[in-house]
């Protein structure tokens, strides 16, 4: 783990959970809500080291209102950046390449296939510093029902200095048991100039390019746009759109173009590439469906494709319904080739 930045952004929100600390106010389980890749992962990183910086000034809540965030030079600072502090445990499925958060990272289990420690081996043992054991978890959407009833006796019961915070960018896919359980900490879009900045600090060579509003404000979502070839998956969008290429032609078209995608094998990678290409056609489509209901198309991400939608809602609605099933059938392992087929013979033709 890098030394980790202040959360563009998203400063002040985890300035509050800090002096809720100072105050004694702090909840035992966070859920860090909001819009993918806006910086909530690293807005918990930040916050976990803030808990164990060696300038924090502990119970003062005065001097938490002035406290501008950690160190980063400190002991404890350095033990977290290097991932030896002995009372923070980090979860990043993305780290680890995972689809699914198994439940063997979250309690131990001897038929288990994850190599590394649990959630709870961790917390059984005492901090080691004499301060907090903190548990942040990444994407915690991904962790399947077995994996999230395994957390629940943990939310429940936390024992004395125990924080878990838990990521989540779609909490609609976390049980209720599991929310209900947690405080919610709501973080948003960031304006598009913060957007920006972040991407040119990650090397982004669209910066000024289209994919910041086709992202919604988010930075990690611009970026995995752009290491996704969206801008080329989309000109296969407009051509198909305006009738100059079929579908079954399209969907070859898709598979062949370059592009990074996370997963641990070749399947893996096409599954990863199909969710990427189903859900830009997903924002293109409610854009159209958007425009159609009598929304400005200039006002929209994908605005000059919409247009195509006037005067056919009804069409541009039942392909969207059909495209949003298609992508849910994604996670049952289906035919890459097959959904994106299907999905495209479900586009509007050309009036």
Do not use: Y
Not at 34 to 54: D, E, N, T, Y
Not at 58 to 66: I, L, N, R, T, Y
Not at 168 to 177: A, G
Not at 207 to 235: F, K, M, Q, Y
């Amino acid at each position: 783990m890098s030394a980790v930045e202040a959360p563009l952004g998203h400063v002040e929100v985890v300035r509050g959970l800090w002096r809720a600390r100072a105050r004694g106010r702090l909840p035992h389980a966070l859920l860090f809500e909001g819009p993918g890749g806006v910086g909530k992962f690293r807005a918990a990183l930040w916050f976990a080291q803030g808990i164990f910086c060696a300038t924090w000034a502990e119970d003062d809540a005065s001097a938490a209102e002035e406290w501008a965030g950690p160190c980063g030079t400190c002991g404890p600072c350095k033990r977290f950046q290097s991932r030896s502090h002995p009372d923070v445990f980090v979860l990043d499925p993305l780290e680890h390449e995972l689809e699914t958060i198994p439940i063997a990272a979250i309690t131990e289990r001897e038929d288990g296939k994850w190599q590394g420690d649990s959630v709870c081996e961790f917390l059984a043992l005492r901090p080691a510093e004499g301060g907090m054991r903190v548990v942040v978890v990444r994407e915690f959407e991904r962790a399947n029902d077995a994996a999230q009833n395994a957390l629940l006796k943990t939310l429940e019961e936390p024992g004395d200095a125990t924080l878990l915070v838990l990521e989540s960018s779609r909490p609609d896919l976390l049980l209720e048991t599991v929310r209900s359980r947690c405080v919610t900490v709501r973080f948003g879009a960031l304006e598009a100039e913060q957007a920006r900045d972040i991407l040119r600090a990650a090397g982004s060579t669209n910066v000024r390019g289209p994919l910041v509003g086709w992202a919604g404000g988010s930075p990690g979502r611009a970026l995995a746009l752009e290491r996704a070839g969206a801008l080329a998956v989309r000109a296969v969008f407009a051509d198909l759109l305006h009738g100059r290429t079929d579908p079954l032609a399209a969907t070859r078209r898709v598979l062949e173009l370059e592009g990074e995608f996370t997963g641990r094998t070749p399947t893996a990678q096409v599954r990863e590439r199909t969710r990427a290409a189903l859900d830009l056609l997903l924002a293109v489509l409610r854009d159209g469906v958007c425009h159609a209901s009598g929304l400005p198309a200039e006002g929209l991400a994908h605005g000059d494709l919409a247009v195509l939608a006037l005067g056919r809602t009804a069409a541009w609605t039942a392909a969207l319904e059909r495209v949003v099933a298609l992508r849910g059938e994604v996670e049952l392992n289906l035919s890459p080739e097959s959904l994106l087929d299907r999905a495209f013979l479900a586009l509007p033709r050309p009036a």
